[in-house]
């Protein structure tokens, strides 16, 4: 592009918000001797100031996956390829890493003589001013899928980062009567309960009694009486083993060539038992019945608890290829119908938060869209988390409004899950840190502390 290839570098977007992390490499820094990009993929000469894009437009049935191809022994040999594919190489890496051959299904689809297939539409682009073609990358995606971004930026308090497993009643509560206290005349009016209250995955609406034995539309309904907007996690398309779903309807759920689920992954690591724990499957949001269950479900939420934001997670791991009710039906696709019928239940004046996910293909359906890995109690998790809320700024109010998860300024430590970094308190400098991102992105700004304790 003007001038030497050791001067170029490399902005690839990534399968999900943080599957992987998101990186800036240099050229000659390419893993296994390829760049690959999923949605879009953006090179860039720091001599000439010239950079080269290439965007997907739409993310309907495929996934578009960008591949740049250099070979170290051969200077001059470079390849680009741009596919239109389904799911399975990515979710190997993810949801399926655990589970066999027959779980791992490359997506075909038949073509009966005079028909044809469509790949997704792209966009690609020169330029001496990245930052434009970035911008204008998010316009055109803004106009084309009529994104939902004219709601007020919400700002509030979230339970994962101040609890993550081990939140009960008692500590909502308390929480919610501090945030009303002392920071709602500040704007902090959003109450979001992360995992942890439900019985099972894919099972929302049936509370975990030992850690909310009141119920979560009794405890809802006191923190509206403060005058705090109640918000809920769910990871609406996997299915436990544990849940009504599983237990009650193996139809429901999408199959591999021998009838049985596909097992996509399992549920973290107890911190108490040390074991995993339950196994996991993906819904078949193509069959009628899984449909009305995902409507009540969604209304239960938000027409009796009273709910109006919703987290929507885990998405990237149940977009996997298999067998639909709905014939021929791509991971992409089903899961846009899931959305329509989350959407359609909810209503348009609840918002809707895109977490882990295929970045585009919720476009249009969610409010809210993640676009970083989770933060948390270390400075650690914040310099991974840079990156991408830093990259994907041209998203904020184009794709959706930006989700840069939780910023923590407390010297909270958290000891007691093996998985988490967080060993050691934040210092004064690294909580500023953790605020500066979450400003940074534009989008919401939300506490992640125990507040009591600040």
């Known amino acids: ?119 997704e539409r792209v966009m690609a682009s020169f330029s001496n001013d990245y930052h434009a073609q970035l911008e204008f990358y998010g316009d055109v995606i803004r106009r084309l899928h009529h994104a939902r971004v004219s709601a007020s930026t919400p700002i509030g308090w979230w339970s994962w980062t101040a ?61 509206q009486r403060l005058g705090l907007t109640p918000g809920i996690w769910t990871a609406p398309f ?29 549920v973290t690591e107890d911190s108490q038992t040390k074991k995993k724990l339950d196994q996991l499957y993906v819904l078949d949001t193509t069959n009628p019945d899984a449909q009305d269950y995902l409507r009540k479900t969604y209304a239960t939420l938000t027409k009796e608890w009273g709910i109006r934001y919703i987290k929507l997670d885990f998405m ?7 067998y639909y009710h709905r014939p021929n039906t791509t991971a992409l696709e089903a899961q846009r119908i899931g959305l329509q019928v989350i959407r359609q239940a909810v209503g348009s004046d609840v918002l809707l938060d895109k977490d882990g996910s295929p970045i585009l293909n919720p476009v249009g359906l969610v409010d809210i869209g993640r676009t970083s890995v989770d933060t948390g109690h270390t400075f650690e998790a914040s310099k991974e988390a840079a990156p991408g809320i830093a990259a994907r700024y041209y998203m904020n109010r184009n794709f959706f409004i930006s989700d840069p998860d939780a910023f923590s300024v407390s010297r909270q430590a958290v000891v007691d899950e093996e998985w988490h970094g967080g060993k050691r308190p934040l210092t004064l400098d690294e909580a500023r840190v953790s605020i500066a991102l979450s400003a940074v992105s534009g989008g919401m700004f939300e506490i992640g502390d125990d507040l009591p304790t600040l």
């Open 1 to 119: 592009m003007g001038a030497s290839e050791s001067s170029e570098r490399v902005l690839s977007d990534s399968w999900s918000e943080d599957r992987p992390s998101m990186s800036i490499r240099d050229f000659a820094d390419a893993p296994d001797g390829m760049h690959r990009g999923v949605g879009s993929q953006l090179i860039y000469n720091r001599d000439s100031k010239r950079s080269f894009f290439v965007g997907a437009l739409t993310s309907e049935k495929w996934l578009t996956v960008l591949r740049l191809r250099i070979d170290p022994k051969q200077p001059n040999s470079i390849a680009y390829e741009v596919d239109s594919t389904g799911t399975t190489e990515l979710t190997e890496e993810n949801s399926l890493r655990n589970s066999g051959p027959e779980d791992r299904i490359e997506l075909s689809l038949p073509l009966a003589p005079g028909q044809s297939l469509l790949s």
């Open 163 to 223: 609890y993550y497993f081990g939140l009960n009643e008692g500590a909502a509560l308390t929480n919610a009567n501090f945030l009303a206290a002392r920071l709602k005349d500040k704007g902090y009016e959003f109450f979001h309960i992360d995992e942890g209250y439900q019985y099972a995955r894919g099972e929302y609406s049936t509370t975990n009694a030992d850690k909310f034995p009141s119920g979560m539309k009794s405890l809802e309904y006191k923190v």
């Open 238 to 266: 996997e299915v436990s083993e544990r849940s009504w779903v599983y237990q009650n309807h193996k139809d429901w759920l999408v199959h591999n060539p021998r009838g049985e689920p596909i097992h996509a992954g399992y």
């Open 316 to 322: 990237e791991d149940s977009a996997v290829e298999g």
